[in-house]
């Protein structure tokens, strides 16, 4: 397949789009969310390997959404078994893709420590310079963990998809996803921005909005992947 650059513009075509598939069928979008919610929330409270068995997992349900929101777009139903759609094909590989997501978390959560953590540790006891040194030391902490954070990021964002549509390798798949994120950056950093103002906005009124912006970021991703990959096949 082709990864095509695209104008920055389409970050917000992308956010627009989203909600247009939203739109289509509001109450099940929502439902599958809170769904999804709820199935979050008893894994997380499961001591120790819950939240990993929930890491784990995302990937799969994130495959349901694509699935469901493929179905919109061909003019079929979104249906709540959507959300266990990506339980059915390349399970293993989507799977796969949130323990390399998982591995890489803790792998930066690591090198934070090592890199800011001595110097807190230091601190630690001595109250008049923890306080003058906390504001450039949880800087620091902050700049290191999003260097880091960024390409893992990029890695896994269109991983699921490439997944359960090509049925590529897990890491294959995250390969791809960071070329084609690279490769759109600017549409990318206009899409971020515009999403963390909306939802910012969103959970203004008691965080009602969320119910309709989660959903339409959600299918948004779908969007995205449209605009940015080509289904024509490279010899």
């Given at each position: ?31 599958l969310f ?61 799977i796969t ?105 969103a959970a ?32």
């Amino acid at each position: 397949m082709i990864v095509k650059s695209v104008a920055a513009g389409d970050g917000w075509i992308w956010i627009r789009g989203g909600f247009d598939l939203f739109r289509q069928n509001p109450v099940i979008w929502i439902a599958l969310f809170l769904i999804y919610l709820l199935i979050g929330m008893a894994l997380s409270i499961v001591p120790a390997i819950g939240p990993i068995v929930l890491n784990l997992l995302a990937p799969v349900f994130m495959a349901g959404f694509m699935l469901g929101c493929q179905a919109l777009e061909s003019g079929e139903e979104l249906e709540i078994n959507h959300l266990f759609a990506g339980f059915k094909h390349n399970t293993a590989q989507l799977i796969t893709v949130g323990g390399i997501y998982l591995a890489g978390i803790i792998t930066i959560v690591g090198l934070v420590f090592v890199t800011t953590g001595g110097a807190m540790m230091s601190m630690a006891g001595h109250a008049p310079a923890m306080e003058e040194a906390a504001g450039p030391g949880m800087l620091l902490a902050v700049m290191v963990a999003l260097a880091l954070l960024m390409p893992l990021i990029m890695a896994y964002w269109f991983a699921p998809i490439l997944v359960i549509f090509h049925g590529l390798k897990a890491v294959d798949a995250m390969k791809l996803s960071f070329s084609a994120c690279l490769r759109n950056i600017w549409p990318f950093t206009i899409y971020g921005l515009l999403s963390m103002l909306l939802m910012v906005l969103a959970a203004i009124p008691l965080g009602l909005g969320l119910l309709v912006m989660i959903p339409t970021m959600t299918a948004s991703l779908y969007v995205s992947y449209r605009d940015i990959f080509s289904e024509e096949v490279v010899a």
